[in-house]
């Protein structure tokens, strides 16, 4: 172990996250896929550190969720506050002060019309989007939903059926929900229709799209397109220019509703507090989780009021939605990356990251791709013949893991970059380094 050991190990501790491991393997489901061999004992701002005391660089935030680093002292004391006033109250018996604050905050961050919109408040990304497709399908009396390859929407029988980065996922377990289309994602990397650039194919994946609407989808039938504005799971994938827009545009002229799964891209991590921003436009739904909760369980479905005023009392809830300490959490965390201005430092940051892969590409020609936008970077490893590196990727994450940096893969062989909105220029230069020489142990032969 190379990672940079806490001296005030005790003897005791040295042992404590083999026999976690071990202990773990015992009890907990094997399903639960771990990219790293890392027990973590504790948290503290972008490190995460074992039960021996080594202390990792965490690159990826729990997956996009700690967008203000790991126990954030304002984070603490809001949880700590709100614990010793209500814990759970159950937004159907009663009305909760935290859940409302925390809705007025996110409308007031979101764009157009959802400034005036209405939320719900769910426990994670794939129930928030469970809810988007709901209340689009409610709403419209339509029954079909187009998404896209490449995407991820969650794991739940409704979310998956949306869920279309990987077969894992699906496996044994189709016939999922009816009614669901996918057309390609703009993976321009590996454009899945051969053109060599975003330039040359004029978005041949919204004509595909518009196949789809003559083909196998009724207009009239299409309850909602819903898309993530950067693809997460499936690769970090930025979409071309006016992808987003084209999408806003043919849900205008069928009357079906964008819903923008933003529970990856969302509150900051991109630079803008939503995506879908990037793109100009204005969906009808906004999907959230992961860094909502400033660490705990909490997610949102955000639409226009039009739409949510249509949906009757009783149509849709959650025991624990919006549970009082969630929404404190989640308080707390908005208001960091709005007063420390965590957004445009992301970009600042992201910049910084990017432009050393860029000037390391040469030396290090596994590298493929570079792509993202902020903190939301994607670092794509090809073989010699410009496949996906998806045989080595895994071993080189976990030897990541040893080399003292937390990483996760995305996509077929993407490195995914993350790291908590609040990471320093020298902090990412750290990472970076060791992300290079563990591709430098990699190198073709
Ligand atoms: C874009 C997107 N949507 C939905 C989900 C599902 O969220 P959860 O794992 O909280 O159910 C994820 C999770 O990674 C995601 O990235």
């Given at each position: 172990m190379n990672a940079n050991s806490n001296q005030s190990a005790s003897s005791e501790e040295l042992i404590s996250s083999q026999a976690l491991i071990k202990r773990?393997?015992?009890s907990v489901a094997g399903t639960i896929y771990r990219y790293t061999d890392i027990a973590f004992q504790r948290g503290d701002g972008v490190y995460l550190y074992d039960f021996e005391g080594h202390r990792y660089l965490d690159f990826v935030s729990g997956i996009a969720?700690?967008?203000v680093g790991h126990c954030h002292p304002q984070v603490v004391d809001a949880i700590r506050d709100q614990a010793q006033t209500l814990i759970h109250g159950a937004s159907h018996v009663g009305y909760l002060e935290p859940y409302v604050d925390l809705v007025e905050a996110l409308k007031a961050t979101a764009p157009g019309?959802?400034?005036?919109?209405?939320?719900?408040?769910?426990?994670?990304g794939s129930e928030a989007v469970e809810t988007a497709i709901k209340l689009a399908r409610f709403v419209t009396n339509r029954p079909m939903i187009l998404a896209f390859t490449d995407s991820f929407h969650g794991r739940s029988m409704g979310a998956l059926s949306m869920t279309a980065s990987s077969t894992l996922f699906r496996q044994r377990l189709s016939s999922l929900l009816p009614g669901v289309h996918h057309t390609p994602y703009p993976y321009c990397f590996r454009c899945p229709l051969k053109y060599a650039s975003p330039e040359e194919c004029d978005l041949a994946c919204v004509n595909l799209v518009e196949k789809a609407l003559t083909s196998v989808v009724p207009p009239d039938d299409l309850a909602g397109i819903i898309v993530e504005p950067i693809a997460g799971e499936g690769g970090y994938i930025v979409p071309p220019e006016g992808f987003l827009f084209a999408l806003r545009e043919i849900c205008d002229r069928t009357g079906a509703?964008?819903?923008?799964?933003?529970?990856?891209?969302?509150?900051?991590r991109t630079g803008k507090m939503f995506a879908v921003e990037h793109g100009g436009i204005e969906p009808d739904i906004i999907c959230l989780a992961k860094a909502l909760g400033g660490g705990l369980p909490l997610g949102a479905a955000l639409a226009k009021s039009e739409l949510m005023d249509k949906w009757p009392p009783a149509a849709q809830g959650t025991t624990f939605g919006g549970n009082p300490v969630a929404c404190r959490a989640g308080l707390a965390s908005l208001e960091i990356i709005q007063q420390q201005e965590l957004m445009p430092h992301a970009v600042e940051v992201g910049e910084f990251i990017q432009k050393r892969f860029m000037a390391a590409q040469k030396e290090f020609p596994m590298i493929g791709d570079i792509r993202g936008t902020g903190l939301m970077i994607g670092v794509e490893l090809?073989?010699?013949?410009g496949s996906p590196a998806d045989e080595i990727i895994k071993a080189i994450i976990k030897e990541m893991g040893s080399k003292g940096i937390v990483l996760t893969k995305c996509g077929a062989s993407a490195i995914r970059i993350a790291p908590p909105l609040i990471i320093s220029k020298e902090q990412a230069a750290e990472g970076v380094d060791i992300i290079l020489?563990?591709?430098?142990?990699h190198q073709w032969e």
């Open positions: 773990d393997a015992d969720t700690m967008n019309d959802l400034q005036s919109g209405k939320a719900i408040l769910v426990n994670s509703l964008l819903i923008a799964d933003e529970v990856q891209t969302g509150l900051g090809v073989n010699p013949d020489s563990v591709i430098g142990n």
